[in-house]
């Protein structure tokens, strides 16, 4: 089955700053999501993006799907930004895979 | 607009006892599917269902059902409870089952505790 790597598995900010995190899957995708799951195991929708760069405020995300990546920025880190970020991708069939998750905490 | 809801909240049962999840969705959504997420893992597929049939199953044993009705709510059912059943348990609605500009929308998930 496809394979959806996630990188790095483990971040700490400073309140304030940006990050890039990145998204890597071995087989060809129709789609890709992005996800922030709060403390609270809320699952929230970021970025729905097949390809090309999307922008809603501080967050950005680009998905470059002939070479197999996503990327999500975020920029002036906030400390509600604490939580894990899952980039999740529609193959031929119904459902989500999902990477392995990026845990990032924001520290003021 | 009314979003994806779940209850309970939290519960606990004890193995080899049954249980029933409940998942309201998202209004104008007609797919619903179920997720299962272990602790420091991410969520799993377990299945979906479109137009009352199950149509697309992840590995799961059939001790996990499920059922939808026609106002579009879901349930989860797990049969014969085991410790590592102990989990997350998300359900998704989404406007249709193809992938195209049809986005999964979580609810806030059932904790599940089995002991």
């Known amino acids: 089955g496809i394979q959806v790597e996630q990188s790095p598995p483990d971040l700490i900010l400073q309140e304030g700053a940006n990050s890039t995190l990145r998204c890597n899957f071995s087989d060809s995708v129709n789609n890709l999501q992005w996800f922030h799951q709060n403390p609270w195991g809320q699952l929230i929708n970021l970025f729905y993006i097949p390809s090309g760069t999307k922008q809603n405020g501080r967050l950005s995300a680009t998905t470059v799907a002939t070479e197999r990546y996503s990327l999500l920025y975020i920029s002036s880190s906030q400390t509600t930004d604490s939580g894990v970020y899952f980039c999740a991708v529609y193959t031929g069939a119904n459902n989500l895979f999902f990477g392995t998750g990026t845990r990032l905490t924001v520290i003021p | 607009e009314t979003g994806v809801t779940q209850s309970p909240t939290h519960l606990i049962k004890t193995r080899g006892q049954q249980v029933t999840l409940r998942c309201s969705s998202q209004?104008?959504?007609?797919?619903v599917s179920w997720y299962q997420q272990a602790l420091g893992q991410g969520p799993q597929f377990i299945f979906q269902?479109?137009?009352?049939?199950?149509?697309g199953r992840g590995n799961f044993p059939p001790r996990f059902s499920g059922l939808q009705f026609p106002n579009y709510s879901s349930e989860l059912n797990v049969n014969a409870l085991e410790l590592d059943d102990s989990a997350l348990y998300l359900c998704a609605s989404r406007q249709r089952p193809g992938q195209y500009n049809s986005p999964l929308h979580f609810g806030n998930g059932t904790r599940l505790t089995v002991t």
């Open positions: 269902y479109y137009r009352e049939e199950e149509n």
């Open positions: 209004s104008g959504h007609n797919t």
